[in-house]
């Protein structure tokens, strides 16, 4: 079965850290650009970042820009999300999201439709004091 399974979702407090893990079962991930989105209660799925299969190139969206970072490990099958100084408005369960190859190109990126439907289950981050 083929699937994405996200990890690393805590509750911490306003400026802290997290490293959010996004695995693959039944695929490997090499071949595939990886976002990442998040979705809060009653809001719409946003895009955070996307990274590329082969070449790297990511995008990150402008909420978290100087924050949060993305980056692969294709030996470990393995896309990761670090966030750091994470504000309450980052509460949200996190998602990723593969396509073949390479991102979709400008803002089409942070588009969810531009992706599989292989959505796994989320990994919830709580920020609070």
């Known amino acids: 079965q083929v699937q994405l399974v996200e990890s690393g979702g805590e509750s911490v407090q306003p400026g802290g850290s997290l490293r959010l893990s996004c695995s693959a079962s039944?695929?490997?991930?090499?071949?595939?650009?990886i976002a990442w989105f998040r979705q809060a209660p009653g809001q719409e799925r946003e895009g955070i970042s996307c990274i590329s299969s082969t070449t790297g190139t990511t995008y990150l969206a402008d909420s978290v820009k100087g924050r949060f970072t993305t980056s692969r490990d294709n030996a470990k099958n393995t896309v990761y999300l670090d966030m750091n100084n994470l504000k309450p408005w980052d509460t949200a369960t996190y998602y990723c999201?593969?396509?073949?190859?390479?991102?979709?190109?400008?803002?089409?990126?942070?588009?969810?439709?531009?992706?599989?439907?292989?959505w796994g289950q989320g990994t919830l981050v709580t920020v609070s004091s």
């Open positions: 999201a593969a396509v073949e190859l390479v991102c979709p190109s400008g803002s089409r990126w942070s588009d969810p439709h531009r992706y599989l439907e292989v």
């Open positions: 039944g695929f490997t991930l090499d071949h595939y650009a």
